[in-house]
């Protein structure tokens, strides 16, 4: 059974760990779609921290991941089709959109599984910049009140 999920994967942390771990008692291939910075960007306000090379070699590195391939356009459907998945995996927070409709579709014609998991709410790569940002915020105050005038 190949099991495929997708992400941003920006700032790999536990939660992506988690994820990929749980596709893993799914079936016996993993692979993991990688949404390039436009794709990203097509969707949310930036573009991810880490470059798309770094996160798909990192994500390469895991024992857990069998396949990694980059998308360059938000849509799933080829990829479905292509690695012939059995299991597609997706988050609490899939939605709606035109593009998550699609490939729902696509793999319910197919007979082919989509599973729901739920993130796991320790961390997040938002979560992860947001308090990097206010570190970087705190550690810019104190260097400023503590130079001698």
């Known amino acids: 059974m190949l099991v495929y ?4 994967f920006d700032l790999l942390h536990v939660g992506h760990l988690a994820l990929l771990e749980q596709c893993r008692t799914f079936g016996d291939v993993v692979a993991v779609g990688v ?19 770094q996160r798909l070699e990192m994500l390469k590195s895991l024992r857990c991941v069998d396949i990694v391939r980059p ?7 080829s990829a479905c089709e292509e690695l012939d998945v059995d299991i597609f995996v997706v988050g609490s927070d899939w939605g709606k959109n035109p593009h998550n409709l ?3 579709a696509f793999l319910r014609s197919k007979d082919k599984k989509i599973i729901e998991v739920f993130y796991n709410s320790r961390t997040s790569s938002t979560t992860i910049k947001k308090n990097v940002v206010a570190q970087s915020r705190f550690d810019n105050a ?4 503590s130079v001698p005038m």
């Open 5 to 8: 999920t997708v992400g941003t």
């Open 35 to 53: 949404a390039s910075d436009s794709v990203v960007n097509s969707y949310k306000p930036n573009i991810p921290v880490i470059p798309l090379d």
């Open 71 to 77: 998308y360059f356009e938000l849509e799933y459907v």
């Open 102 to 104: 699609a490939v729902e």
């Open 142 to 145: 104190t260097s400023a009140a």
